[in-house]
Nanobody, 125 residues
Framework: VQLQASGGGLVQAGGSLRVSCAAP????????MGWSRQFPGKEREFVAA????????AYAGSVKGRFTISRDNAKNTLYLQMNSLKPEDTAVYYC???????????????????WGQGTLVTVSS
């Protein structure tokens, strides 16, 4: 599956931004999906995951309560709504697709078979 992330940009601290990930084709609903982010010079880290139906989600502790992952299987699109943004949220955000169904495993990079190209989110102080 090809993944196309978009929606990144510059936002002030305390603001909101929604990034999207389009997955053209008929198989989007077959995958669990996730968002990860990468800071300059650092390893990619887990942000959020959602199961195929959208009924179950998981979040990294650093974003829980501020970020919301969702999906629209009819539109083949994954979303990450980011509220109360902080400068330390500045990173490249990647969407990913995997065949796994266990949310605890979706926190790990190896759970994902397909990755998008990333979209840069910059939060100014």
């Amino acid at each position: 599956v090809q993944l196309q992330a978009s929606g990144g940009g510059l936002v002030q601290a305390g603001g909101s931004l929604r990034v999207s990930c389009a997955a053209p084709g008929r198989t989007f609903s077959s995958y669990s999906m996730g968002w990860s982010r990468q800071f300059p010079g650092k390893e990619r880290e887990f942000v959020a995951a959602i199961r195929r139906s959208g009924g179950n989600t998981a979040y990294a502790g650093s974003v829980k309560g501020r970020f919301t992952i969702s999906r629209d299987n009819a539109k083949n699109t994954l979303y990450l709504q980011m509220n109360s943004l902080k400068p330390e949220d500045t990173a490249v955000y990647y969407c990913a697709a995997g065949y796994g169904v266990i949310l605890s495993e979706m926190r790990m990079r190896r759970a994902y078979e397909f990755w998008g190209q990333g979209t840069l989110v910059t939060v100014s102080s």
